[in-house]
């Protein structure tokens, strides 16, 4: 087997391979400048990287079962999208080659850095939005892939997208290198959960993912976000010696409630589109498992099959009023697959690299992982692949530092 890096000796290119797993999961880079084909063209470079020692590389056995296990009962549907199955299979490949490179340990080191970064940067479309301010460089187009809906527009700013709806009605929302905040808001929460695994979540840290949530404003981000912080009081404020740090969660409290809480309720109220949207997204998809229990209606057929369902079942007017988006990645995809769906959706929902926490810890980090999971359809993107496949075989039990009540040293 090939070693995995978990040093600097490979800094270079384990930072482009992370970057470039986060820039392939559904950005607006990914979505503007070739989606499914730069796979096809990452999976080529990563494999020009590993023919010096190929005869070294080995898969683990639970990773070759879970692939070919999953890719069969796919087959086994003729309603299948074979177009999807390549696309998916690809997605594994690559997965299956990052994980052999770098550590889960680095990995998500480097995971986290980026994302404060553009977390940071992201900050700025604030300004972007109020000052109305252009950019010279071309537009980032959202590609959606249902039928009759237009991808959004976005001016390019680089490090992150501008939605000119956003700036039309002076909505200051922030989405960095995503089409949307929501979408944003789930690669933030994802570099918090490794912070608390790798156990380096700072204050300045904590800060700064939380300043970031907030101008996401996301419902389901600050959702996440806020049972995410019940780990991070409980486990790394050491209250006992610092009584002062009593009063961090009644002003993180204060603050969500005098910001967020409006929004929030005006978003759960069952008259809201994205509600709606949601709710009716969970409720086609558990209607569709019901009539297709054991092998699901045909992976990656969501257009085909979902669409003409939904507006048989909520009536045509409401469905095109609420416009579902198939966001519910987790439900949805066990409806497209059949019962064992919920067999391979287990590791990713419960990993071993969350092992050496305590159950309390393990279980909050899953419910945020399928709240994140079933309100975004990422479950069939890269970055859902190569963390299924870490949480298969990390078991990190002894490797990462001690989790006790004391907050990280670690520096920003």
């Not at 499914?36 to 010096?52: D, E, M, T, V």
């Not at 700036?167 to 979408?183: C, D, F, M, Q, V």
Request: charged share 10%; glycine share 4%; net charge positive.
């Amino acid at each position: 087997m090939l070693s995995k890096s978990n040093t600097k000796e490979h800094s270079t290119r384990d930072f482009f391979i992370v970057f470039a797993v986060i820039l392939l999961s559904k950005s607006l880079y990914y979505e503007s400048y070739g989606a499914n084909y730069l796979l096809i063209g990452f999976f080529f470079l990563l494999a020009f990287i590993l023919i010096p020692n190929i005869k070294n590389f080995k898969t683990e056995k639970i990773i070759l079962l879970y692939s070919l296990g999953l890719i069969a009962i796919i087959l086994l549907n003729l309603e299948t999208n074979y177009r999807s199955l390549f696309v998916l299979i690809s997605r594994l490949l690559i997965a299956i080659i990052i994980i052999h490179l770098i550590s889960f340990e680095r990995f998500s080191k480097i995971f986290i850095n980026i994302i404060l970064v553009l977390s940071i940067i992201s900050w700025i479309a604030l300004f972007i939005i109020h000052f109305d301010i252009q950019s010279p460089l071309p537009s980032f187009t959202s590609v959606h892939y249902i039928e009759e809906v237009q991808g959004r527009i976005l001016r390019n700013f680089i490090f992150f997208g501008v939605d000119t709806e956003l700036i039309k009605y002076n909505i200051l929302r922030t989405s960095s290198i995503w089409w949307e905040p929501g979408a944003f808001q789930l690669f933030v929460n994802l570099a918090v959960i490794f912070s608390l695994i790798n156990n380096t979540l700072t204050f300045k840290r904590y800060a700064i993912f939380l300043i970031t949530i907030l101008t996401a404003m996301s419902t389901t981000g600050l959702l996440a976000f806020s049972i995410l912080s019940l780990i991070f009081f409980k486990k790394y404020l050491n209250l006992k010696n610092n009584a002062i740090l009593y009063l961090v969660p009644f002003f993180v409290v204060i603050l969500g409630s005098i910001f967020i809480a409006p929004i929030i309720i005006e978003k759960l109220n069952t008259s809201h589109l994205s509600f709606l949207s949601r709710y009716h997204d969970v409720v086609i998809s558990i209607h569709m498992f019901a009539d297709n229990f054991l092998l699901g209606y045909g992976y990656g057929t969501t257009v085909e099959k979902a669409i003409p369902y939904g507006e048989d079942l909520i009536g045509y007017e409401l469905y095109h009023s609420s416009r579902p988006s198939a966001a519910d990645g987790i439900t949805g995809f066990i409806a497209q697959v059949g019962i064992l769906g919920f067999v391979f959706m287990y590791p990713f929902l419960f990993p071993r690299y969350c092992n050496h926490l305590r159950l309390s810890d393990s279980l909050l980090i899953s419910l945020s992982l399928l709240i994140m999971f079933n309100t975004q359809n990422f479950t069939n993107i890269l970055i859902f692949s190569v963390l299924t496949f870490y949480a298969l075989i990390e078991n990190k039990k002894n490797k990462f530092m001690p989790i006790n009540n004391t907050i990280s040293n670690t520096s920003l």
